[in-house]
């Protein structure tokens, strides 16, 4: 059983940085996609931005790009969401994902983390 479990949410303010961690347990995910997708109140579940299996390979929304970095350690089988310059539109529940396609389409992703409330005041 592959457990996702997210961590580095909160409160902050416009302008100022968080750090969402992803932690698997029960396989490794050194094969697998990782991404980071969200989800705001009455919106549908958007992509944020992945990584392929190596590492050598990110792709970002528009809305975030610039400003978000994605990062994964194999090693400990864990990946990041570094966000800088926190906007108020960024405000929701943000969710980590492993899967094993080269995808942003949330429905392709086999794995999927319980979620973690990033809420950004202006």
């Known amino acids: 059983q592959v457990q996702l479990v997210e961590s580095g949410g909160g409160l902050v303010q416009a302008g100022e940085s968080l750090r969402l961690s992803c932690a698997a347990s029960?396989?490794?995910?050194?094969?697998?996609?990782l991404g980071w997708f969200r989800q705001a109140p009455g919106k549908e579940r958007e992509f944020v931005a992945r990584?392929?299996?190596?590492?050598?390979?990110?792709i970002y929304a528009d809305s975030v790009k610039g400003r978000f970095t994605i990062s994964r350690d194999n090693a400990k089988n864990t990946w990041y969401l570094q966000m800088n310059s926190l906007k108020p539109e960024d405000t929701a529940v943000y969710y980590c994902?492993?899967?094993?396609?080269?995808?942003?389409?949330?429905?392709?992703?086999?794995?999927w983390g319980q979620g973690t409330q990033v809420t950004v005041s202006s």
């Open positions: 029960g396989r490794t995910v050194s094969d697998l996609v």
């Open positions: 990584i392929a299996w190596s590492g050598s390979s990110t």
């Open positions: 994902a492993a899967g094993p396609r080269l995808t942003i389409i949330p429905r392709l992703y086999d794995y």
